[in-house]
């Protein structure tokens, strides 16, 4: 069995859509009844059902298909002696020969090929001068500009001149029918005597009611019937094929009892789902004026930290300002270190000043020790030379009495040294006293008052 790809029609799938079987279906018989006792070529033969249709009044059918699966399958579908399948393009048709067809059916098939005039020019090398070709093809304005439906297998779709066009421009009398799915009413004689005369009536509804009308532009599907030789009345032929089980009203209100009932199990499910969200909302608003309420202690609770962190603000402020103060009293004294700070700068420059002079002084004193080590060192010498000199005097004395007057001269000597020693010790002690008076000294004292006075601060 073929699986359904929505390629090709299968009388056997079960549709919701019935219409496909309706359509299909439909043309074939409306083809069998032209083929009765004729040679016959299917093009784009499918699953193989149309065939074997056309095979129940035909002297032959020949089915071509390009899909070899199909080909097997209606070849183990379709049993029929006068009844074959071969696989093969309907733009290049594997049979040899010309004019060996009465009857050429292809339907549903020139929108899958995109060369319309190699199909049409097969066609004619196939069918013999008076034969009929029986041809179909969707609609493009209704089947997919409308409902902006683009079937994904075809390849090529035509307006209604374009098809009139094309086949007018190989045989010399074509014949045009529409096809549509219809629901409407069939109203026959029980007993039929004489000639078949067929009564049609159209309607259509619109927002309010029913109108009669003679509308006829919502065909899907363009059937031609086209010979070399006068259609004759094929022209002004009509069929009606009727669904006596009425499967379509059937599925449709079975169809719709399943949603009904669908719906009422979703209804019934809705209205529990309700119940419980009405529990749930009763339990909600309980809890929303347990909440309300608490809201209502947090907003006092709130007023009571606003007023709160309104005096917080006050006493805040009270603060700032008083910042505000010592910042400016802290500036005040910034200013008066500053100062200071100044003032210290300059006394230290005067300190360093007074301590280069001091310095300075200090040298003058240094060079009047040296002076005066110097000094001492004379004395050392001559003390050391009147030592020496009370030795040779001794010795003298003891040696010498006679030497008398030379000591006494000695002795004056001596006595003039002493005094000029002591004149020279006394000229020192006079210096010094001067320095104790002069303004190094007072300068060393001022120094260290000063120095007294820097560490108490400190």
Not at 64 to 88: C, M, T, W
Request: proline residues 2%; glycine residues 6%.
């Amino acid at each position: 069995m073929l699986d359904w790809t929505g390629e090709r029609y299968l009388p056997y799938i079960d549709f919701w859509d019935v219409e496909i079987h309706y359509e299909h279906l439909h043309r074939y018989a409306f083809a069998s009844h032209l083929v009765r006792g004729k040679d016959v070529l299917d093009l784009a033969s499918g699953e193989g059902y149309g065939s074997y249709i056309l095979a129940r009044e035909a002297s032959k059918v020949v089915g071509i298909d390009i899909d070899p699966e199909s080909v097997r399958h209606a070849e183990n579908r379709y049993f029929k002696a006068n009844l074959e399948y071969i696989q093969g393009s309907i733009c290049n048709v594997p049979i040899p020969g010309e004019g060996l067809f009465d009857v050429i059916v292809c339907f549903e098939a020139m929108e899958h090929i995109e060369n319309h005039e190699q199909l049409v020019s097969e066609i004619k090398r196939l069918l013999k001068k008076d034969g009929l070709i029986i041809i179909s093809t969707p609609n493009k304005q209704v089947y997919t500009d409308e409902p902006d439906y683009h079937n994904p297998f075809h390849v090529k779709e035509l307006y209604f001149n374009e098809f009139k066009h094309l086949l007018k421009n190989y045989f010399s009398d074509v014949a045009f029918f529409g096809q549509r799915v219809l629901a409407g009413s069939l109203l026959w004689s029980l007993y039929p005597q004489g000639n078949f005369n067929a009564i049609d009536f159209k309607m259509k509804r619109d927002e309010n009611s029913f109108n009669f009308t003679e509308d006829d532009n919502n065909i899907v599907y363009y059937v031609a019937i086209a010979s070399n030789r006068d259609l004759g009345d094929l022209k002004s032929t009509r069929s009606c094929c009727i669904d006596i089980s009425n499967t379509l009203i059937s599925k449709k209100n079975a169809h719709i009892k399943q949603i009904q009932g669908d719906c009422d199990n979703r209804v019934q499910d809705y209205e529990n789902r309700i119940l419980g969200y009405e529990s749930r909302v009763q339990d909600y608003e309980n809890r929303i004026l347990g909440y309300e309420s608490r809201v209502q202690d947090y907003e006092n609770r709130i007023l009571g930290y606003e007023n709160q962190v309104q005096e917080y603000e006050a006493h805040i402020q009270g603060y700032e300002n008083q910042v505000q103060e010592y910042e400016a009293h802290i500036q005040g004294y910034e200013n008066q270190v500053q100062e200071y700070e100044a003032h210290i700068q300059g006394y230290k420059n005067q300190v360093q000043e007074y301590e280069a002079h001091i310095q300075g002084y200090k040298n003058q004193v240094q060079e009047y020790e040296a002076h005066i080590q110097g000094y001492k060192n004379q004395v050392q010498e001559y003390e050391a030379h009147i030592q020496g000199y009370e030795n040779q005097v001794q010795e003298y004395e003891a040696h010498i009495q006679g030497y008398k007057n030379q000591v006494q001269e000695y002795e004056v000597k001596i006595t003039q040294l002493n005094q000029e020693r002591e004149d020279q010790v006394s000229q020192l002690l006079q210096e010094l006293s001067r320095f104790k008076d002069s303004i190094i000294w007072q300068l060393l004292v001022k120094l260290h008052n000063i120095r007294g006075n820097l560490n108490s601060k400190s």
